[in-house]
Protein backbone atom coordinates (compact mmCIF):
# COMPACT_ATOMS: atom_id res chain seq x y z
CA UNK A 1 0.00 0.00 0.00
CA UNK A 2 1.00 3.41 -1.00
CA UNK A 3 1.87 6.61 1.59
CA UNK A 4 -1.26 8.09 -0.30
CA UNK A 5 -3.33 5.16 -0.13
CA UNK A 6 -2.32 4.26 3.72
CA UNK A 7 -3.15 7.75 4.54
CA UNK A 8 -6.98 7.79 2.93
CA UNK A 9 -7.49 4.41 4.66
CA UNK A 10 -6.61 5.72 7.37
CA UNK A 11 -8.73 8.98 7.12
CA UNK A 12 -11.46 6.74 6.30
CA UNK A 13 -11.08 5.12 9.70
CA UNK A 14 -13.60 6.49 12.42
CA UNK A 15 -12.72 8.02 15.75
CA UNK A 16 -13.92 4.71 17.09
CA UNK A 17 -11.74 2.64 15.32
CA UNK A 18 -8.49 5.34 15.62
CA UNK A 19 -9.14 4.79 19.50
CA UNK A 20 -8.84 1.14 19.14
CA UNK A 21 -5.44 1.50 16.98
CA UNK A 22 -4.46 3.67 19.89
CA UNK A 23 -4.87 1.77 22.86
CA UNK A 24 -3.90 -0.96 21.30
CA UNK A 25 -0.47 1.03 20.43
CA UNK A 26 -0.27 1.78 23.87
CA UNK A 27 0.27 -1.75 24.76
CA UNK A 28 2.93 -2.11 22.34
CA UNK A 29 6.78 -2.17 23.07
CA UNK A 30 6.68 -0.72 26.54
CA UNK A 31 4.18 -1.26 27.31
CA UNK A 32 2.03 1.89 29.24
CA UNK A 33 -1.11 0.07 31.20
CA UNK A 34 -2.26 3.67 32.79
CA UNK A 35 -2.63 4.55 28.87
CA UNK A 36 -4.21 1.48 28.11
CA UNK A 37 -7.12 1.61 30.94
CA UNK A 38 -7.45 5.54 30.44
CA UNK A 39 -9.47 4.44 26.57
CA UNK A 40 -11.72 2.85 29.48
CA UNK A 41 -15.09 4.30 30.91
CA UNK A 42 -14.67 4.56 34.46
CA UNK A 43 -16.78 1.75 34.97
CA UNK A 44 -15.68 -0.66 31.49
CA UNK A 45 -15.26 -4.10 31.53
CA UNK A 46 -12.92 -6.14 29.73
CA UNK A 47 -13.33 -9.96 29.18
CA UNK A 48 -9.91 -11.54 28.09
CA UNK A 49 -9.92 -14.69 26.93
CA UNK A 50 -11.71 -17.67 29.35
CA UNK A 51 -10.65 -15.08 32.58
CA UNK A 52 -13.35 -13.69 34.44
CA UNK A 53 -14.74 -10.18 33.54
CA UNK A 54 -12.75 -7.50 35.14
CA UNK A 55 -14.61 -4.13 36.23
CA UNK A 56 -13.32 -0.32 36.22
CA UNK A 57 -9.82 0.97 35.46
CA UNK A 58 -8.04 -0.43 38.34
CA UNK A 59 -9.23 -4.03 38.31
CA UNK A 60 -8.54 -3.86 34.44
CA UNK A 61 -4.64 -2.54 35.18
CA UNK A 62 -4.74 -5.34 37.95
CA UNK A 63 -5.16 -8.16 35.46
CA UNK A 64 -1.69 -7.51 33.62
CA UNK A 65 -0.03 -8.23 37.06
CA UNK A 66 -2.11 -11.30 38.11
CA UNK A 67 -1.34 -12.46 34.34
CA UNK A 68 2.07 -11.52 34.40
CA UNK A 69 3.20 -14.59 37.02
CA UNK A 70 1.48 -16.86 34.54
CA UNK A 71 3.71 -16.47 31.80
CA UNK A 72 5.62 -19.37 30.62
CA UNK A 73 9.32 -18.01 31.97
CA UNK A 74 11.00 -18.10 28.38
CA UNK A 75 8.44 -15.44 27.37
CA UNK A 76 9.10 -13.20 30.39
CA UNK A 77 12.15 -12.49 29.25
CA UNK A 78 10.93 -9.41 27.50
CA UNK A 79 7.21 -9.35 27.34
CA UNK A 80 7.16 -7.02 24.35
CA UNK A 81 3.84 -7.00 22.55
CA UNK A 82 2.29 -5.81 18.93
CA UNK A 83 -0.69 -6.69 16.65
CA UNK A 84 -0.97 -6.89 13.47
CA UNK A 85 -4.51 -5.36 12.31
CA UNK A 86 -6.36 -7.80 9.53
CA UNK A 87 -9.80 -5.99 9.72
CA UNK A 88 -12.00 -3.55 11.55
CA UNK A 89 -15.75 -3.14 11.16
CA UNK A 90 -17.84 -1.02 12.34
CA UNK A 91 -21.63 -1.45 13.70
CA UNK A 92 -23.49 1.11 15.45
CA UNK A 93 -21.02 1.74 18.44
CA UNK A 94 -19.19 -1.88 17.96
CA UNK A 95 -16.02 -2.15 16.41
CA UNK A 96 -14.93 -5.59 15.92
CA UNK A 97 -11.11 -6.06 15.35
CA UNK A 98 -9.33 -9.26 13.90
CA UNK A 99 -5.58 -9.40 14.15
CA UNK A 100 -2.67 -11.22 15.38
CA UNK A 101 -1.05 -10.25 19.01
CA UNK A 102 2.59 -10.76 18.44
CA UNK A 103 4.85 -11.64 21.02
CA UNK A 104 8.96 -10.64 20.67
CA UNK A 105 11.48 -12.10 23.16
CA UNK A 106 14.90 -10.18 22.40
CA UNK A 107 13.41 -7.88 19.75
CA UNK A 108 12.57 -10.85 17.44
CA UNK A 109 8.74 -12.10 17.27
CA UNK A 110 8.22 -15.74 18.38
CA UNK A 111 4.80 -15.73 18.64
CA UNK A 112 1.61 -14.93 16.46
CA UNK A 113 -1.87 -15.96 18.10
CA UNK A 114 -4.88 -14.72 15.87
CA UNK A 115 -7.62 -12.85 18.30
CA UNK A 116 -10.44 -10.87 17.97
CA UNK A 117 -12.04 -7.93 19.33
CA UNK A 118 -15.45 -6.65 19.80
CA UNK A 119 -15.37 -3.12 21.52
CA UNK A 120 -18.30 -1.65 22.37
CA UNK A 121 -17.81 2.03 22.78
CA UNK A 122 -20.06 5.00 25.44
CA UNK A 123 -19.34 8.26 23.86
CA UNK A 124 -15.31 8.45 22.72
CA UNK A 125 -14.25 5.85 25.43
CA UNK A 126 -14.74 2.03 25.62
CA UNK A 127 -17.47 0.42 27.83
CA UNK A 128 -16.53 -2.88 27.14
CA UNK A 129 -13.88 -4.80 25.46
CA UNK A 130 -14.03 -8.52 24.28
CA UNK A 131 -11.11 -10.15 23.48
CA UNK A 132 -11.41 -13.50 22.29
CA UNK A 133 -8.09 -15.88 21.84
CA UNK A 134 -6.28 -18.90 22.51
CA UNK A 135 -3.99 -18.10 25.05
CA UNK A 136 -2.98 -20.86 25.88
CA UNK A 137 0.59 -21.24 24.08
CA UNK A 138 1.51 -18.64 26.96
CA UNK A 139 0.82 -19.66 30.12
CA UNK A 140 1.87 -22.52 32.92
CA UNK A 141 -1.29 -22.85 34.91
CA UNK A 142 -4.58 -20.94 34.84
CA UNK A 143 -6.91 -22.85 37.55
CA UNK A 144 -6.94 -20.08 40.14
CA UNK A 145 -8.14 -17.37 37.29
CA UNK A 146 -11.00 -19.60 35.60
CA UNK A 147 -13.78 -20.28 37.56
CA UNK A 148 -15.16 -22.89 34.96
CA UNK A 149 -14.40 -26.18 33.44
CA UNK A 150 -11.12 -27.40 33.35
CA UNK A 151 -8.27 -24.96 32.95
CA UNK A 152 -4.83 -25.52 30.63
CA UNK A 153 -2.47 -26.53 32.64
CA UNK A 154 0.17 -25.37 30.37
CA UNK A 155 3.36 -27.35 28.70
CA UNK A 156 5.66 -26.42 31.61
CA UNK A 157 7.92 -25.13 29.62
Request: proline share 3%; aromatic share 16%.
Amino acid sequence: MSAQETMTYLEAESAEMKVVRSQLKSAEGEADYDLFVSYFTEDGTYKFDNFDVRSGRNNIKQMFSDLYPLVKGYLQKTIRYGHDIKSFEQLGNKVFCEMYTLYFIDGEERLRIPCFGVYTFEGDLIKSLKLFMDTSPLFFDTSKLIPFGKPYKGLGI
